[in-house]
């Protein structure tokens, strides 16, 4: 480090000096930083884009297939059955009795203080036993013993008043393949069966010839109907109809969601390619675009995308299926007019909106493909610009170290100097002064 003589002789601020010609110096690296923060936030505003685009592609490429518009919902004329579905759904209808209720198997041994055997075995319905050896006698021993065993049944210690105690052992799941038998050779146990283990069992087209059973281990039928499943949850004699119609209101919603993310990809666009007039602090008008403004590749994102949603559909325009695009360049969803579409022409009105989610996650997939996409091939090049904008911003950082070292070095010896010559001048001075002094004494 250049030593620093701030002033000594020359009584100059050398220190304030210096930074302003370094602020001077430093101007052309003050351009490149200010071209690298813009690049920064171009980078931004651009995957910004691109992970809308991406999400864009997504979701408009499920919706591509007519199939994935085949959305059904089920009803069931019985607040104690529900129903659940899945993939694979079609329209139809069934009735049913409900004949019993899964449960599990509970039995229950006599007041004990101790458990009288040094073993346990537990025999499911399979006819797999499973002993079960406690580390004492203790029915608190036991209990953790049996929950540990991995035999399928939970054991309880229960209070029965008086101090005295019962074990409760419960089959771990529903359905008659939950039960169990527990050894009890001297009969010191006396295990009573106060709940058996039973599947759950409905009646199709009860009461006819054509009368059918269905046994489940659980509450719940899966597939009843193709990619239904209903859960009972009370007995009843009563038929209950599980009836599965097309869901008009989902697949309307799948139209308008669609809509809606191509209108937020656009929105984003135009937001950031708005130019903005105002008037500077002397009053001077002044223009400021956005960060997308101009840009070539970001039109031709847009109208991708917007031709794409927009464009007729076998001759037919979306306007016709309640799609239609408005004078400021966005797209509007008529959810009235989808709907009775879809109720007059339900086959062509989904096939419409497959056709528009394919062409738009087309689109949205040249844009935003990692390797190829326009938005990521922009990206990379905005990329590899920041980075050479930074490496010019250290080459600075080392040439602006070097001149103030060297502007540091200067003006100290420049300090130095000057104080030699005032150390010669003063000696200069006194000797002058005593050459003076003798002359007047002769």
Do not use: C, H
């Amino acid at each position: 480090m250049a030593l620093s003589i701030d002033g000594l002789s020359s009584g100059l601020d050398t220190t304030s000096l210096i930074s302003s010609l370094m602020a001077v110096e430093a101007i052309p690296q003050s351009l490149i930083k200010n071209k690298a923060a813009s690049v920064q936030t171009r980078i931004s505003a651009l995957q910004g884009l691109n992970s809308a685009v991406a999400d864009l592609a997504t979701k408009a490429g499920k919706l591509s297939d007519p199939k994935s518009l085949e959305l059904y919902s089920a009803s069931s004329s019985s607040a104690k059955v529900t129903t659940t579905v899945g993939a694979g759904a079609k329209p139809g209808a069934v009735d049913f009795t409900v004949s019993q209720l899964a449960q599990t198997q509970v039995s229950v041994s006599k007041n004990l203080a101790a458990w009288p055997y040094t073993t346990m075995t537990i025999t499911g319905e399979g006819g797999q036993p499973v002993t079960v050896t406690p580390l004492t006698s203790s029915l608190d021993d036991v209990v953790s013993a049996v929950n540990l065993s991995g035999a399928g049944i939970v054991a309880s210690k229960v209070s029965v008043g008086g101090g005295n105690y019962r074990l409760q052992f419960a089959s771990s799941n529903t359905g008659a393949a939950g039960g169990f038998t527990i050894s009890d050779p001297d009969g010191n146990v006396e295990l009573t069966n106060v709940q058996s283990a039973k599947d759950a069992q409905i009646k199709l087209w009860s009461g006819t010839t054509a009368e059918v059973s269905l046994n489940s281990s659980t509450n719940t039928f899966s597939d009843l109907l193709p990619g239904v499943s209903v859960s009972v949850s009370e007995v009843s004699a009563t038929p209950t109809r599980v009836t599965v119609a097309r869901d008009n209101a989902q697949i309307s919603k799948a139209a308008s969601d669609l809509i809606g993310s191509v209108n937020g990809v656009l929105a984003q666009i135009s937001t950031k390619s708005t130019v903005v007039s105002s008037t500077n602090a002397a009053g001077s008008p002044i223009t400021s675009g956005g960060v997308f403004t101009g840009d070539s590749t970001i039109r031709q994102v847009n109208s991708a995308i917007l031709s794409a949603a927009s464009q007729p559909i076998d001759g037919k325009s979306p306007a016709e299926f309640g799609i239609t695009l408005t004078k400021t360049g966005s797209m509007e969803f008529d959810a009235t007019k989808f709907g009775d579409s879809l109720a007059k022409d339900p086959a062509g009105t989904m096939a419409a909106v497959a056709t528009i989610a394919g062409r738009v996650a087309e689109a949205a997939k040249q844009a935003s493909d990692p390797t190829a996409g326009l938005l990521s091939t922009k990206i990379k090049g905005q990329q590899t610009q920041a980075k050479d904008f930074t490496e010019q911003i250290a080459d600075w950082d080392d040439r602006l170290e070097m001149r103030r070292t060297t502007l540091q070095r200067t003006y100290s010896a420049l300090e130095v100097a000057l104080s030699g010559m005032k150390a010669q001048s003063s000696w200069l001075s006194s000797q002058l002064g005593g050459l003076s002094s003798g002359s007047n004494s002769e």
